[in-house]
């Protein structure tokens, strides 16, 4: 037992201490002018130069390429719907078992 008690001699013996349960927590204090700047953007209209700026940013990015692809893959998504709309749950289901007996 001598030889445990030695290697386990380092160890501390007090109760665990958990973090943020004794020290008070303050939040950040915001300053007045960042308020007062976010009312006065809150209140204000944009201007036209702002709504023109706006708009030039929202010009299309993409690649003919890209177009093309979303363009094409919208119109197999539609193609999928309207073959899948052309039959109910129902007359499906009797297909089904029709092949399957």
Same mark, same amino acid.
């Given at each position: 037992?001598?030889?445990?008690?030695?290697?386990?001699?380092?160890?501390?013996?007090?109760?665990?201490?958990?973090?943020?349960?004794?020290?008070?927590?303050? %939040?950040?204090?915001?300053? $007045?002018?960042?308020?007062?700047? #976010? @009312?006065?953007?809150? &209140? =204000?209209?944009?201007?036209?130069?702002?709504?023109?700026?706006?708009?030039?940013?929202?010009?299309?990015?993409?690649?003919?390429?890209?177009?093309?692809?979303?363009?094409?893959?919208? %119109?197999?998504?539609?193609? $999928?719907?309207?073959?899948?709309? #052309? @039959?109910?749950?129902? &007359? =499906?289901?009797?297909?089904?078992?029709?092949?399957?007996?």
């Amino acid at each position: 037992m001598s030889s445990e008690d030695e290697a386990y001699g380092q160890v501390a013996k007090s109760s665990l201490k958990l973090k943020g349960l004794g020290g008070k927590v303050t %939040k950040k204090k915001r300053k $007045k002018q960042q308020e007062a700047l #976010e @009312k006065a953007l809150v &209140q =204000r209209p944009p201007t036209e130069e702002e709504t023109r700026n706006n708009a030039a940013f929202s010009l299309d990015v993409r690649t003919k390429a890209e177009v093309a692809f979303e363009r094409s893959q919208f %119109k197999r998504l539609q193609d $999928k719907v309207l073959k899948r709309a #052309e @039959k109910s749950h129902k &007359q =499906r289901v009797e297909v089904f078992f029709f092949i399957n007996s």
